[in-house]
């Protein structure tokens, strides 16, 4: 009788050391989630930040050429 206590104790105690240790994994796991969606966040920003300054940079481009062919259409007619 004396064995089964001694197992259902050390299996208990077994029991409470999983639970410890399941909690600090969801630990590590939650905090290693937050720290990459936060660096991935950081480089969505980023990236955003690039495409924006790229779209105005088309923009520009786009109304330079613009200006550039209505100049060429321009000379076209005064040389004709």
């Given at each position: 009788?004396?064995?089964?206590?001694?197992?259902?104790?050390?299996?208990?105690?077994?029991?409470?050391?999983?639970?410890?240790?399941?909690?600090?994994c969801n630990a590590?796991?939650?905090?290693?989630?937050?720290?990459?969606?936060?660096?991935?966040?950081?480089?969505?920003?980023?990236?955003?930040?690039?495409?924006?300054?790229?779209?105005?940079?088309?923009?520009?481009?786009?109304?330079?050429?613009?200006?550039?062919?209505?100049?060429?259409?321009?000379?076209?007619?005064?040389?004709?």
């Amino acid at each position: 009788m004396v064995d089964v206590e001694r197992s259902n104790a050390a299996a208990a105690a077994l029991d409470k050391k999983q639970i410890n240790f399941d909690k600090v994994c969801n630990a590590v796991l939650q905090f290693t989630r937050r720290s990459e969606f936060l660096k991935l966040k950081e480089a969505f920003a980023k990236s955003e930040t690039r495409r924006n300054e790229l779209e105005e940079k088309m923009v520009s481009i786009l109304q330079e050429k613009n200006d550039l062919q209505l100049h060429v259409q321009a000379d076209a007619q005064i040389q004709l």
